[in-house]
């Protein structure tokens, strides 16, 4: 199922929610990424027809998610936020929201137990939800979520509170429901998290959509030097090769790290390097232990994104 | 022709509401219950009920080697020192004081509540967030709440109207008892039309406003207890009551006047309108305030 914003702004009173954000979510896993208040719930509300947007469309599979009401059946929500019938078990929770779509009891209960097992609920299942933990609570509502099989996933911090048991076992099924083929959108501020479930991203902060697409392909639109970090196996040969390197057309700068043994070379057109450096090295007779960029990593480009940093 | 084309669905959409029930209300009745049956504040109206219930239970204890007692075919009939049949007095007590304590005053504070509890309750914990992300009409979601209410509102007072009426009653043996069965059941009646119609009013100040609580106050000191005192108090639920509970009395064969329950204009004419009319004025009422407080669920925005 397809998710289509288009050019969408969300006010509340004065204060602007979201701006502008135009947005295709497909098949697979996309990330929303930002800080926290940089307007990742906001967006996904208004995908879930929680909130209706005041300027801009919002479509999924070409229906307006806010009146339509019967589309939610293909919806599964995984909220930041607690909000929970605390009174409920485990179970009796999960089944109620299967029984409000219609399933019968004896179904509705099969289906809950299933999904809590799986994610390691067997034992807690039939305890008050009010004794849970915070890493029960979130698979009791990931387990809520993604019970009836949704088509569309919308999680929000999912691994908000998550022990790293938690988080692996989340990661995992999400990766299983991606290759299922459900459109799954996660919202984090941790980027690692998302960073090690997909590439597919959109960078949101102060309401505005920063970029998406591919993190590598964003990363090729930003006009900053991107540093790549060459680590050779002889210590004397670090200066020999900044030599070498520093009248190359596509070097912005260098910096020589001794202590580290490392060369770090600033500059925009990574492929060149890529392509130029084991000409460069096999010339020198230098060989190298790694090369590395840390600059690829989603914080780091997110940080150059928040930071305004100039766009081609 | 789009309101045509909606008519014409009706009979498929109720159909299709009442096929759903089936699976939805068992669960949503039972939360629902749950949560307004631990409320503490339900307990509090609770034991205020109680209280005339034991009041009569004392006073019967004090008084009841008072009283005359003639046996006629078997049954034995009291009466005060005076000569009076003491379950005449005492049916008359106990529709006074039913009408003042629970249709007047305890029914709408326990509506109020009910319905904060209900949906306003729903909106703070967020998990109305989770029911506006699953597949159920706005409509079904107000719908089952407000059955629930009903249910639980009409229960707890029907309960305590049938305990009051066997402790105010006691005094007059088991043949007061039986002989006014009428007036129990004339009580039944208002309150289960008072749940339906105020459990529906009190929904839609819950959904469409914040603080339901004061709101539902304001409404009840100002529109039922001021307006339905007036002339033009045909726009008010509580003259709808007043009007079946009046009704009821005069055909049991008691002495009462249309002002002895404020059915009456500033011409001193008799306004009361008739029991039937005051019905279906009554459910007409729930059942608009149950679709402008599905229209208010489904525009609300979070």
């Given at each position: 199922m397809k998710i289509k914003l288009e050019q969408v702004t969300k006010n509340y009173g004065n204060v602007q929610?979201?701006?502008n954000i135009s947005l295709d979510v497909d098949s697979g896993i996309t990330g929303i990424l930002?800080?926290?208040?940089?307007?990742k719930s906001t967006t996904m509300k208004i995908i879930l027809g929680l909130s209706r947007p005041s300027r801009g469309r919002v479509t999924v599979d070409g229906k307006d998610p806010f009146s339509d009401?019967?589309?939610?059946?293909?919806f599964g929500f995984v909220p930041e936020y607690d909000c929970f019938y605390?009174?409920?078990?485990g179970l009796e929770f999960v089944m109620y929201f299967l029984r409000i779509r219609d399933i019968g009891r004896d179904k509705a209960e099969n289906m809950a137990r299933t999904a809590l097992s799986e994610l390691g609920l067997n034992n807690a299942m039939?305890?008050?939800?009010?004794?849970?933990?915070r890493g029960m609570r979130q698979k009791t509502k990931v387990a809520r979520a993604t019970v009836f099989d949704p088509k569309i996933l919308i999680m929000d911090e999912?691994?908000?509170?998550?022990d790293p048991t938690t988080r692996g076992l989340l990661m995992k099924k999400m990766t299983e429901w991606a290759k299922k083929g459900k459109t799954i959108l996660i919202s984090s501020h941790i980027l690692h998290d998302v960073q090690s479930l997909t590439d597919n991203i959109a960078l949101v902060n102060n309401g505005k959509m920063l970029a998406h697409g591919n993190r590598h392909e964003i990363r090729n639109l930003i006009n900053v030097p991107r540093p790549i970090t060459i680590v050779p196996v002889?210590?004397?040969n670090l200066r020999k090769l900044a030599k070498r390197i520093i009248?190359?057309?596509?070097?912005?700068g260098t910096t020589i790290d001794e202590e580290n043994n490392e060369l770090t070379v600033e500059t925009n057109q990574t492929e060149e390097v890529y392509l130029e450096l084991p000409r460069i090295l096999q010339k020198e007779k230098i060989t190298i232990e790694k090369i590395y960029s840390e600059d690829d990593s989603l914080d780091s480009l997110y940080a150059k994104l928040v930071e305004g940093a100039q766009w081609k | 022709m789009e309101i045509i084309g909606e008519i014409s669905k009706m009979p498929a959409t109720i159909q299709s509401l009442a096929k759903r029930s089936v699976n939805l209300f068992p669960p949503i009745a039972k939360d629902c219950t749950h949560r307004l049956l631990v409320n503490k504040v339900t307990w509090v109206i609770i034991a205020i009920l109680l209280l005339p219930c034991i009041l009569g239970l004392v006073i019967y204890y004090e008084t009841n080697n008072d009283r005359q007692v003639q046996e006629i075919d078997g049954e034995k009939i009291y009466y005060t020192?005076?000569?009076?049949?003491i379950h005449e007095e005492k049916r008359e007590d106990y529709e006074y004081q039913s009408n003042l304590i629970?249709?007047?005053f305890v029914a709408i504070i326990m509506a109020i509540l009910f319905s904060s509890e209900l949906i306003n309750e729903e909106y703070e914990n967020k998990t109305m967030q989770l029911l506006r992300t699953t597949p159920i009409h706005s409509f079904e979601i107000l719908l089952h709440r407000y059955l629930a209410g009903v249910i639980c509102m009409f229960g707890i007072l029907g309960i305590h109207s049938i305990l009051f009426y066997y402790t105010t009653m006691i005094q007059s043996g088991t043949h007061g008892i039986l002989e006014n069965l009428d007036v129990l059941l004339t009580i039944l009646k208002v309150l289960i039309f008072e749940s339906i119609a105020f459990m529906a009013v009190f929904c839609v100040f819950a959904i469409y406003f914040e603080k339901p609580f004061l709101i539902g106050i304001i409404y009840w000191i100002v529109?039922?207890?001021?307006?339905?005192?007036?002339?033009?108090?045909?726009?008010?639920?509580t003259h709808y009551l007043n009007s079946i509970l009046f009704d009821s009395t005069k055909a049991m064969?008691?002495?009462?006047?249309a002002s002895d329950y404020n059915l009456i204009n500033s011409k001193e004419e008799i306004i009361a309108t008739e029991p039937l009319i005051a019905m279906i004025v009554i459910l007409i009422v729930a059942i608009v305030a149950l679709i402008i407080g599905s229209r208010g669920l489904a525009n609300r925005q979070f």
């Open positions: 929610g979201i701006s930002g800080p926290n208040g940089a307007g009401w019967k589309l939610k059946e293909n605390e009174h409920m078990t039939e305890r008050k939800i009010i004794t849970y933990s999912p691994f908000q509170g998550a002889k210590k004397g009248d190359e057309e596509w070097t912005k | 020192n005076d000569g009076a049949l629970v249709i007047s529109w039922e207890g001021f307006v339905s005192g007036q002339n033009y108090q045909k726009i008010t639920i064969g008691w002495k009462v006047k």
